[in-house]
């Protein structure tokens, strides 16, 4: 009883950053509530049978169609249920905001250095809630069971085929039987039990983490890895009341004016016919852009066919989320920095990982643009063929040539901000001085901000000795080319925070010191 008093004391006596950053976790978590809470809802009215019935609703243009009882409940659920096609539209809006801001949170993480040590396992548990949100939508998707859903499930079907030896398995075994078999009733436990299990597992995972090992800060003033500069426990709780009921109603609004899946248009599922409307989601976009790009390669080995046009970007889109999910341990191992780090980068003061992040960024891009080739054909009035060639070039070049400019911009960054915090901000007055030269006068900063230009804490990469295995000397290397780009912070840029910065507005010394010489 004690101990519990205790503990409650020291979390009211907990301090929280409140960086506009910090929200994207909370935007997911919010979004999260708003999905089950709507999930439950459909979840009452919703039948997942395939079992056939003839459609008899008050939508006519479907009257006496032949369907699945599983789309003339979700039918029911939109035209017969009050208020049901605006929990369905919420339902879907909120997943997809759920998506957006758990993926914002991740590139949060990691452009400002937020996965080190001690919070690498954070950073693996919000990639297991991105995972675990794209199957939960990808099953979602599929419970309506119209032409919309089963197009994509074809795709997803050849997809799985194209396995050399035991594709036709694979199939089988997803679909429960010969395509398009009974796939609700594999999907729906798993997004209606399994799957929402496991998010709140990770999301409870994820806020026990966070009060463990207590919350990352920006560089500041009186910030450092063992203190937090923030706000009382009891008004982080009121915001975040505050940003519930904000997400609460931008899903509402969204679900009220802006239609989404209208599965009545499309009607049934049918495995012999397809949309001309067909597209993927978009946060799976990037997957069927890579097959879009993918070259049609072939390979027959042991009287069999291996299609490479689909192996090769399902390995490479793999490829691309294993690095994702490693990459704290990679940059670990290649700086060599065991120490817990508790204060955050501004991007432009690690050049290497920002190149890194961005050129993720461009090689994601491209594959997700690569997906919409055929509508800008149209659009655009150009050469679908044209588009795919291009998009092509891109993936190869684009990434490289990304992590190359980013670093150069974020150095040129650095150095605006070294040049700021020692000279000041321009005015654009000119002064002129007795004798007879010319200078334009700088308005110093202040503590603070001379302190988050320029005062930033640098971690060294370890000193690595005994160079003669070549996968140290490997790691010497890597270590160096991270680094390089890295310019020291300003020796003068280290303020007390009680300490005012410059008071005076005339030239400085220094500009006095180049006036004085003429120049």
Not at 208 to 235: E, S
Not at 273 to 291: E, Q, T, V
């Amino acid at each position: 009883m004690h101990r519990s008093l205790r503990d409650l004391r020291n979390f009211r006596g907990k301090v929280f950053p409140d960086h506009w950053s910090l929200l994207f976790g909370q935007v997911a978590f919010y979004s999260f509530v708003v999905v089950m809470v709507t999930g439950v809802v459909l979840m009452v009215q919703y039948e997942p049978s395939i079992d056939h019935v003839v459609y008899d609703g008050p939508y006519a243009p479907l009257r006496g169609v032949s369907m699945s009882r599983a789309l003339d409940s979700t039918l029911a659920i939109s035209f017969e249920v009050r208020a049901g096609l605006l929990v369905r539209q919420v339902h879907h809006w909120a997943s997809l905001l759920m998506v957006a801001a758990i993926m914002l949170h991740l590139l949060r993480l990691f452009f400002t250095g937020g996965f080190r040590r001690p919070r690498r396992l954070n950073w693996l548990v919000v990639f297991g809630l991105l995972i675990a949100t794209l199957g939960a939508c990808l099953t979602g998707t599929a419970l309506p069971d119209d032409m919309l859903s089963g197009s994509s499930l074809a795709v997803t079907d050849g997809v799985v085929k194209s396995v050399p030896f035991v594709g036709s398995y694979l199939s089988a075994l997803l679909f429960g039987g010969e395509f398009p078999g009974n796939v609700i009733a594999r999907f729906y436990p798993l997004h209606v039990y399994v799957l929402p299990v496991v998010l709140v597992a990770l999301f409870i995972a994820l806020a026990a983490l966070a009060l463990k090992r207590g919350p990352a800060q920006f560089a500041g003033p009186g910030r450092t890895n063992d203190n937090v500069v923030g706000r009382p426990a009891i008004v982080a709780a009121v915001k975040g009341a505050g940003m519930f009921c904000f997400v609460v109603g931008v899903s509402l609004l969204m679900g009220a004016t802006a239609t989404i899946n209208p599965i009545w248009m499309y009607g049934p599922a049918d495995p012999a016919d397809a949309s001309a409307g067909i597209g993927p989601a978009w946060y799976l976009a990037f997957l069927d852009g890579a097959l879009r790009l993918a070259p049609g390669w072939e390979v027959v080995w042991w009287g069999r066919t291996i299609t490479l046009a689909v192996l090769l970007p399902v390995a490479v889109c793999t490829l691309f989320l294993v690095l994702v999910a490693v990459y704290p341990f990679i940059e670990g191992w290649i700086t060599g920095d065991q120490g817990d780090q508790n204060l955050l980068d501004r991007p432009r003061h690690n050049p290497t990982r920002t190149g890194i992040g961005v050129a993720g960024i461009v090689f994601y891009g491209v594959l997700w643009a690569a997906a919409g080739a055929d509508t800008m054909a149209v659009l655009f009035h150009l050469s679908v063929n044209s588009l795919i060639h291009l998009f092509q070039v891109l993936l190869i070049v684009g990434p490289p040539a990304a992590l190359v400019v980013t670093r150069r911009i974020c150095v040129g960054l650095q150095r605006r901000d070294l040049e700021i915090a020692v000279h000041g901000i321009e005015t654009g007055r000119v002064v002129r001085l007795p004798n007879g030269g010319y200078v334009e006068d700088h308005r110093p900063v202040d503590a603070y901000h001379r302190w988050r230009l320029a005062g930033f804490v640098r971690v060294e990469p370890a000193q690595l000795s005994g160079t003669k295995s070549p996968v140290r000397r490997l790691r010497v290397l890597l270590a160096t080319l991270f680094d390089q780009d890295r310019l020291a912070p300003s020796p003068g840029a280290h303020p007390s925070p009680l300490t005012p910065g410059p008071q005076t507005t005339g030239p400085s010394s220094e500009a006095r010191s180049l006036g004085g010489s003429g120049k």
